[in-house]
């Protein structure tokens, strides 16, 4: 039997019906600009994010790094959460393509206010870096799959305009967001320079993520993108999935953060097993356990499910759920789980 993997949303196969999209998808060479699927999804995602432009790239780094790239300049710092993927698991990118540091905001499940903004911001002197960009991310990965309340996002975004910062969204799971808020997605989107959303996570396809902004903004990331290797030739085939995806599972990404409610009211029953349910906004659980996750981890896999050491603390675990986890396998495996963590 095919395990649960709860390791990431990224895990999902492409369905049958998306992989006739893909096959049946009008190609042509996308450097040149000549793939028409390509040039729909980009449409179709400016139009839903209420932005001038978008560009499709091969992941949600190279579209957050290509903001990161845009906005600043050697030297430059960006505001971030100190969880933030651009941060932490984007294998050091900001430093090493384009020069820029960060600095940090302590968030609570990767949230901050506007007073952190403010005082992060450095004067303008010779001496300092020069403070740029502030990156946001919602929903926050490292948080726990934490929306942002659109009211402390706006706060948040206005104190780095008024400090004179470009506006970063790093939206890889904005449809998470709006799903679990109600609170659109353009909404979101309107108040960022730039924004970025992913394709192969909740949403199922097998690869892409897009960034959108201004439409200049777009056509110099169409330059960064071909500098660091990122241009693709017919990948209509891909954006095929991407277009399917939007069409098909923004709405059932419901179902993924019912599911993992019901995940986490499992986990909380068990002994020894810390899990706050209340702190499930969407499709993430992290779950603390009696033994080191690691160890947690090898139990979980010997019961057929597959979980990931989530890395703030020695215990914690991170599962998430996707459209190949549906609530049947999750409720199938409570058994097993009271089987192995009974007192
Ligand atoms: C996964 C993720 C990304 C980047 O994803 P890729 O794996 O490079 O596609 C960016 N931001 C957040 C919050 C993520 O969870």
Redesign the pocket.
């Known amino acids: 039997m095919r395990p649960l993997d709860l390791r990431?949303d990224?895990v999902t196969r492409p369905s049958a019906e998306m992989r006739r999209a893909m096959a049946e998808a009008e190609v042509g060479d996308d450097v040149y600009g000549e793939d028409p699927t390509v040039q729909r999804l980009e449409a179709r995602v400016a139009e839903m994010l209420g932005k001038e432009a978008a560009l499709f790239t091969?992941?949600?780094?190279?579209?957050?790094q290509l903001a990161i790239g845009l906005h600043c300049r050697p030297g430059d710092e960006v505001i971030a959460e100190a969880g933030?993927?651009?941060l932490n698991?984007?294998s050091g990118a900001m430093a090493a393509l384009w020069g820029v540091q960060a600095r940090t905001v302590a968030g609570d499940r990767g949230l901050f206010d506007a007073e952190d903004v403010t005082r992060l911001v450095r004067p303008i002197a010779d001496v300092y870096p020069r403070s740029r960009l502030l990156c946001v991310?919602n929903?926050?990965?490292?948080g726990g799959g934490t929306v942002w309340p659109l009211d402390r996002y706006t706060r948040v975004v206005e104190a780095g305009r008024r400090a004179g910062l470009a506006v970063h969204l790093?939206g890889?799971?904005l449809f998470n967001a709006q799903v679990a808020s109600g609170v659109p997605a353009r909404r979101y989107a309107e108040l960022a320079d730039t924004v970025?959303i992913?394709f192969?996570?909740g949403l199922g396809a097998p690869v892409g993520?897009a960034l959108c902004g201004p439409r200049e903004l777009i056509r110099q990331a169409r330059v960064l993108r071909k500098r660091l290797g990122g241009g693709m030739r017919q990948v209509g085939i891909l954006a095929a999935a991407a277009l399917w995806a939007l069409e098909h599972n923004i709405d059932r990404l419901v179902e993924d953060h019912r599911s993992a409610r019901c995940l986490a009211e499992i986990l909380a029953e068990l002994p020894g097993v810390r899990c706050d349910v209340e702190r499930v906004e969407t499709n993430m659980v992290f779950a603390e356990f009696p033994e080191p996750a690691s160890e947690a981890c090898a139990k979980l896999a010997s019961i057929g499910i597959l979980a990931n050491p989530e890395g703030s603390t020695p215990r914690m675990v991170r599962m998430v759920t996707h459209l190949d986890a549906p609530l049947e396998a999750i409720e199938a495996a409570a058994p097993k789980l009271r089987e192995c963590w009974r007192h």
């Open positions: 990431s990224t091969s992941s949600g780094t190279m579209a957050n933030s993927h651009c698991f984007e991310e929903t926050h990965n490292r790093d890889v799971r970025s992913c192969s996570k993520s």
